[in-house]
């Protein structure tokens, strides 16, 4: 792969697309009850606030969404992406379309990553289609769509004080699976961060936390970019991302930044690739 | 009260089969079998000395229980009553009130509010109207800042406004321990560290020498974990060392022994924590996890396959910063 990421001006162009869908003011309906009409009709004006007039073609082989039909803790939702065209994905997006902010993530894939697989915890507000939508090096999209049952994840309170939610703020491990030489390493990035939606009630002043999330997450090998992670209040407190990456003996560089102007980096020395 | 008012079941029931029936043309005929075996059940056993409870249903809120689902009583003292665990709903706690009128003539004095969880504080609102201490952990009043409306907005998308109630605070707050004297008995409060949730409350009678653990014990119903699992297993072992032979689940029955009781309860915590830490340790994401750990309990538990995923889920979050 030779390309490489546009990064100033495509996180620019991206926060904004992410902003500006979650501002813009849709009367969204009560999610449990939509016919499918009703969701089609959600997801295509989301889809037009994104990606503006680009065609996005189905498809069932360039990516899976899994995600509990039925999620266990609306607050912390697993999903799993799965992108098993090593090559052609340049760009995945995970869209939950009725939560108050929709975009919930993109990663924008560098030269370092493997994307077969990526792993990531959303909270998820409403009984709603998630879609993820990847773009293919030939500049194409292409949608997958789950459906989930789950309320409340955006607004649940965090159980704790927001001092004790900030504790350790920026605070991060990676953890490196066993791997063989030649192959690519899974590799489990957890940050420490509220990730605090703005819809959470303070238990002191009783008045709603601002929104404080991490909006970017870049992690690269060496000099290589593995993804860029443009995100949003809908990711889980603590956000945790599992990934693969193409190793070539270099630590992992891992810089996060949030919305009200934290930024931390850490660096990680993933396992030797030859033995 | 009227004596239709005086269980939780047939004074809810009657509203919402009413408006029910006029929303859909009576079609909600399922809600009368179960109201019948709801309200059957709703009995007080005398576990002690002038102590009365309640067993509550081992189910989820539904509109037919009224999320009368935890053990709820009270006990007599000589200067007053002490209201152990208030109900789930306004509807639970007003059946639990009118059940006092009919025992004793003494006032209401204290309601202990054990924790933030709605199927313990939402009965409070029964017992304003007495003008009673509400007693609760330190930590109780701003969790309720923080989730009292959350859970009331659920519980009235089930029950209705009327039948749910008021978020009650606590008035007396105790940070490590406390003593109420009720003439004849006295009652030890103990704050407890983060467990069953942050804001566990327990108690000892005097009179009798029961504990009542709350939530910190729960017997054949599946324990759920929204506080600290390893902080939970340590506050077992403070309830051991108080001593008592006997406790008051805060779900199961309505009396038990103490010791064989947390066996099992620490069984089930500690099958999650080493079922949990062994699939961190493997690298076994959590949407995996959820399915695998704690299988072996599963005989053991009511509700466990409501229940076990999501402790999986809280688990997880706590034990993969170790």
């Known amino acids: ?275 | 009260m009227t004596a239709s008012a005086v269980q939780p079941g047939a004074l809810a029931g009657g509203r919402a089969l009413s408006r029910r029936g006029t929303l859909f043309g009576g079609l909600c005929l399922c809600c009368l079998p179960t109201l019948g075996r709801a309200a059957e059940s709703f009995t007080l056993e005398e576990v002690g000395p002038g102590i009365f409870v309640r067993k509550g249903l081992i189910a989820d809120a539904s509109p037919e229980n009224a999320d009368a689902i935890a053990n709820i009583g009270f006990l007599i003292g000589k200067t007053g009553v002490l209201v152990t665990e208030s109900g789930g709903s306004l509807a639970d706690g007003q059946w639990l009130r009118a059940e006092i009128a009919k025992r004793t003539p003494k006032p209401v004095t204290h309601v202990v509010l054990t924790h933030v969880h709605p199927d313990h504080v939402f009965g409070a609102g029964a017992f304003v109207a007495d003008k009673p201490v509400f007693i609760g952990h330190a930590k109780l009043t701003e969790a309720l800042s923080a989730r009292g409306e959350f859970y009331r907005s659920r519980l009235i998308d089930l029950l209705g406004e009327d039948r749910t109630g008021p978020v009650v605070y606590p008035t007396m707050s105790v940070a490590d321990t406390a003593e109420v004297d009720l003439g004849d008995r006295r009652l030890t409060f103990t704050a407890h560290g983060p467990a069953h949730t942050t804001s566990d409350l327990s108690m000892i009678d005097s009179g009798s020498g029961l504990l009542f653990p709350a939530d910190l014990l729960f017997v054949n119903r599946i324990p759920s974990l929204d506080g600290s699992l390893k902080g939970w297993l340590t506050e077992i072992e403070r309830l051991k060392a108080m001593g008592p032979a006997r406790a008051v689940p805060g779900h199961g029955p309505v009396a038990v022994d103490l010791a064989p009781a947390l066996a099992d309860l620490t069984g089930y915590l500690t099958a999650l924590r080493d079922g949990t830490r062994a699939a961190i340790a493997k690298d076994v994401p959590i949407d995996k996890a959820v399915d695998s750990v704690a299988r072996d309990q599963r005989d053991k538990w009511a509700l466990f396959d409501t229940y076990n995923g999501r402790n999986v889920t809280v688990a997880y979050q706590e034990l993969e910063w170790e």
């Open chain 1, 1 to 275: 792969m030779t390309f490489r990421i546009g990064k100033t001006v495509s996180s620019f162009a991206l926060g904004l697309a992410l902003a500006t869908t979650a501002l813009t003011p849709v009367a969204w309906a009560a999610g449990a009850s939509d016919t499918e009409q009703e969701r089609t009709a959600r997801w295509q004006e989301i889809a037009k606030s994104i990606f503006g007039d680009r065609q996005i073609a189905q498809t069932d082989s360039l990516v899976k969404i899994e995600a509990p039909a039925r999620a266990l803790d609306a607050a912390l939702v697993p999903i799993t992406l799965t992108m098993p065209k090593d090559g052609q994905i340049k760009a995945v997006s995970l869209i939950i379309d009725d939560n108050p902010a929709p975009y919930a993530a993109h990663f924008e894939f560098g030269p370092a990553a493997d994307p077969a697989e990526l792993k990531l915890r959303v909270r998820v507000n409403n009984y709603t289609d998630m879609h993820a939508v990847v773009e293919t090096h030939d500049g194409k999209l292409y949608e997958a769509k789950q459906f989930v049952k789950a309320s409340g994840g955006c607004s649940a309170p965090m159980g704790m004080s927001d001092e004790e939610a900030m504790k350790g703020m920026g605070d991060m491990r990676m953890k490196f699976a066993e791997t063989q030489p030649g192959k690519p390493v899974e590799a489990t990035l957890m940050v420490r961060h509220p990730n605090f939606s703005g819809m959470q009630m303070n238990q002191v002043t009783r008045e709603y936390t601002p929104a404080r999330y991490i909006d970017k997450l870049t992690v690269s090998a060496g000099d290589q970019t593995i993804f860029t992670l443009t995100g949003d209040i809908s990711i889980s407190s603590n956000p945790v991302i599992n990934f693969a990456f193409k190793p070539d003996g270099k630590p992992i560089q891992v810089a996060a930044s949030d919305n009200q102007g934290g930024r931390w980096q850490h660096s990680f020395n993933p396992p030797s690739p030859t033995n």
